[in-house]
């Protein structure tokens, strides 16, 4: 088969080429003699090079006389037809070591491995002062404002995240009243704080991605009986934990989809573009660092970018970790839709077996959002639909439920108490669960489902 390039009148377009998948290499870093199992194509579509085919001279001096200074190559082939492409195979293969090492992270590793990261209350744990709804509703116009408030401090978020990629420095004051005021918010009602955000979030921008996880971490905190003190840095991690995620997407583009090997190479620095730009930051506890650098890593040693295991990561981190798996597993990709709240969880307590996530903050957030999380339409043994308004105590298979429509299809009024149930105290049971209305949601039996979060 010839190596030649062919001419723009023999276009030929491979459909199933993604952009995406493709890395740039340098034309003069080719190595002779090298095959490709990939077609390689210019930007317009016109092929270089058939797929099967091994680059030669000719090949290399068609592009320089083309004046092609590099070329777009499969991500599967960059390791064998470059050195470049070696180079970072290389650091794949060795857990990426090398390109995850700054003076910053050495300190870092220091602290980490001294052993001195334990966890203190110093004050009452916050969960005593947790109000308790029971059998209640949420207040309309209080949830208009969490609506409000929710969608101010995505932007205010964005602006902070923007504006310490370009160098301008962010307030450490504001990030900080920002948990605070979840952590008030918390106290007085975290199943409509927890339902609300959720539901603003369905924009599914990093911003609100960073606000749903610090919510829950922070009532996962509250779960395991952490102080205010502790719980308050726990959101304030999850706000910024993310911020490196913006120097990547402007390199790899913001779809949620599965990356390339190279691609996941980059998307694993952003802990540590987190920790340059928090740098700057005036006022924020010197923990933040600390559990900002380890919220990917897995207590069985298979997270980055470190592969800490079990002992060797920060209690908070391993918790945000647990949000961080579950707003990811309910926001949709680019490969797949999002998963049903109901399956996300039941694939989450899978997760604990192998310990990719940590069992106690695992255990938190059921008992936070039951089995059935908060906001999940649900389908009731009478043929009945309710929305999971409210945990239940402990009683994570039997929470709190509002009726929406009878089992005619007739619409329940949402003001009438009675539409309200506690299904421990009923006979009623739930009999399934079902997708958000008006969202793409899929369950854990679909050929969709990509087991990666």
């Given at each position: ?26 034309v ?9 199992n ?36 499969h ?101 900080t009243?920002m ?33 749903q996880m ?8 509250t ?14 991690c ?18 949620r ?6 691609e ?53 981190a ?30 989450l ?9 940590d ?30 308004i ?37 006979e ?26």
């Amino acid at each position: 088969m010839s190596t030649e390039i062919k001419e723009q009148t023999d276009l030929s377009v491979d459909s199933q080429i993604n952009p995406q998948d493709t890395v740039s290499i340098r034309v003069e870093d080719l190595i002779v003699g090298r095959r490709i199992n990939h077609p390689i194509y210019d930007t317009n579509g016109v092929l270089l090079l058939a797929a099967d085919s091994v680059v030669n001279s000719r090949f290399k001096q068609l592009l320089r006389d083309r004046k092609m200074p590099q070329v777009e190559i499969h991500s599967d082939d960059a390791a064998s037809v470059s050195l470049g492409g070696l180079a970072a195979d290389s650091m794949l293969q060795e857990g990426n070591q090398g390109i995850f090492s700054t003076e910053l992270t050495a300190k870092l590793d220091r602290l980490i491995e001294s052993g001195s990261m334990f966890v203190a209350n110093t004050g009452p744990a916050v969960r005593d002062s947790m109000v308790m709804h029971g059998c209640k509703g949420y207040d309309a116009a209080h949830r208009e404002k969490l609506f409000e408030q929710q969608q101010q401090f995505g932007e205010s978020l964005d602006g902070m995240m923007r504006g310490a990629l370009t160098g301008k420095t962010p307030s450490g004051a504001e990030i900080t009243g920002m948990a605070a005021s979840y952590l008030t918010q918390l106290t007085s009602d975290a199943d409509s704080v927890i339902s609300a955000a959720a539901e603003a979030g369905k924009d599914e921008s990093l911003s609100q991605h960073c606000l749903q996880m610090s919510l829950l971490g922070m009532a996962i905190g509250t779960e395991l009986n952490l102080d205010e003190n502790n719980v308050r840095n726990i959101g304030l991690c999850g706000l910024v934990h993310d911020w490196g995620m913006v120097r990547v997407q402007e390199k790899i583009g913001k779809g949620r989809r599965q990356l390339s090997p190279l691609e996941r190479m980059e998307m694993q620095k952003h802990p540590i573009f987190s920790l340059e730009m928090l740098e700057n930051v005036a006022g924020i506890p010197s923990i933040v660092p600390v559990v900002c650098y380890q919220v990917h890593e897995q207590p069985n040693g298979l997270g980055y970018p470190r592969q800490r295991s079990q002992k060797m990561i920060h209690m908070f981190a391993r918790i945000l970790n647990v949000a961080h798996s579950y707003v990811s597993l309910t926001s949709s990709r680019e490969d797949r839709p999002a998963l049903m709240p109901y399956a996300a969880m039941e694939y989450l307590l899978r997760l604990t077996n192998d310990k990719t996530i940590d069992q106690a903050p695992m255990r938190a957030l059921l008992n936070l959002l039951s089995l059935f999380p908060i906001g999940s339409i649900v389908i009731l043994t009478d043929g009945s639909a309710a929305r999971v308004i409210r945990r239940n105590k402990d009683y994570y298979t039997s929470p709190i439920v509002q009726l929406i429509q009878t089992s005619d299809g007739k619409n329940v009024d949402p003001l009438d108490p009675d539409s309200i149930i506690d299904l421990n105290e009923s006979e009623l049971e739930i009999d399934q669960a079902l997708p958000t209305p008006g969202k793409d949601e899929i369950d854990l039996s679909s050929d969709l489902f990509d087991d990666q979060i």
